[in-house]
């Protein structure tokens, strides 16, 4: 979902000139000029980036949004196989956006949230590390405490699914335990979850569990 700016921000010259190459590359071209993106700017303001978010936006909706293997719908009648996945921009996109949730402030306007969601049931686990990476990023504390983040549909049950799958049914007990990204993470299609996750059909086997994923501000 694109985001709705209230009210024109005006940016450093610096970050025009990041912004304007950005949002002037091609779709299909956003890994070569994301490679390497880092934060070499001063005190950031999500407001200042809107046109780029609002381009990886476009990038998901372009290329995975309507997949079914993220709409977890494989298998079902007449539905096809789809195209092989775009890792590379995935990956590039879901870095450079935790780059900029981490160094800019007002990062509670995001809203590819419900994107986010639809990639933890992407079929490569780098992409379903990296999307929640970009979920601990996102909702970790920042000093706008009293700003409560409202869960796209899905998260919720989807997550419940992962967590499920990892380390085991008797070892997992709580959402806490989720890996995050950068962890040995092995998709396991065409598996049913218990209880109220039978429609998922898939589950994540993960090892070596690094910082927690916390659904909630602290």
Same mark, same amino acid.
């Given at each position: 979902?694109? !985001?709705?700016?209230?009210?024109?921000?005006?940016?450093?010259?610096?970050?025009?000139?990041?912004?304007?190459? !950005?949002?002037? *590359?091609?779709?299909?071209?956003?890994?070569?000029?994301? +490679?390497?993106?880092?934060?070499?700017?001063?005190?950031?303001?999500?407001?200042?980036?809107?046109?780029? /978010?609002?381009?990886?936006?476009?990038?998901?909706?372009?290329?995975?949004?309507?997949?079914?293997?993220?709409?977890? +719908?494989?298998?079902? @009648?007449?539905?096809?196989?789809?195209?092989?996945?775009?890792?590379?921009?995935?990956?590039?996109?879901?870095?450079?956006?935790? #780059?900029? /949730?981490?160094? %800019?402030?007002?990062?509670?306007?995001?809203?590819?949230?419900?994107? /986010?969601?639809?990639?933890?049931?992407?079929? #490569?686990?780098?992409?379903?590390?990296?999307?929640?990476? *970009?979920?601990?990023?996102?909702?970790?504390?920042?000093?706008?405490?009293?700003?409560?983040?409202?869960?796209?549909?899905?998260?919720?049950?989807?997550?419940? %699914?992962?967590?499920?799958?990892?380390?085991?049914?008797?070892?997992?007990?709580?959402?806490?335990?989720?890996?995050?990204?950068?962890?040995?993470?092995? !998709?396991?299609?065409?598996?049913?979850?218990?209880?109220?996750?039978? *429609?998922?059909?898939?589950?994540?086997?993960?090892?070596? @569990?690094?910082?927690?994923?916390?659904?909630?501000?602290?």
């Amino acid at each position: 979902m694109k !985001i709705k700016q209230k009210k024109a921000v005006e940016a450093p010259a610096q970050v025009k000139h990041a912004v304007q190459q !950005i949002t002037s *590359t091609p779709l299909a071209e956003l890994a070569s000029v994301l +490679r390497g993106f880092k934060w070499t700017f001063d005190k950031g303001d999500i407001n200042h980036w809107v046109s780029v /978010l609002d381009h990886f936006d476009s990038f998901f909706e372009e290329f995975t949004s309507k997949r079914a293997d993220v709409q977890l +719908r494989l298998g079902e @009648a007449g539905v096809e196989a789809d195209s092989p996945f775009p890792t590379t921009g995935c990956l590039a996109v879901l870095s450079a956006t935790c #780059v900029l /949730l981490e160094n %800019c402030s007002n990062k509670t306007a995001y809203s590819s949230s419900e994107h /986010l969601t639809n990639l933890l049931a992407a079929p #490569v686990p780098e992409v379903v590390a990296a999307a929640l990476q *970009t979920f601990q990023v996102l909702l970790r504390k920042t000093h706008h405490t009293s700003v409560r983040w409202v869960a796209p549909p899905g998260l919720s049950q989807r997550l419940l %699914c992962l967590s499920k799958g990892w380390g085991g049914k008797e070892e997992v007990r709580t959402l806490d335990l989720l890996p995050a990204a950068g962890q040995a993470c092995q !998709i396991l299609q065409n598996q049913t979850c218990a209880d109220n996750c039978s *429609t998922s059909k898939w589950r994540i086997a993960a090892a070596a @569990a690094a910082a927690p994923l916390s659904l909630q501000r602290a």
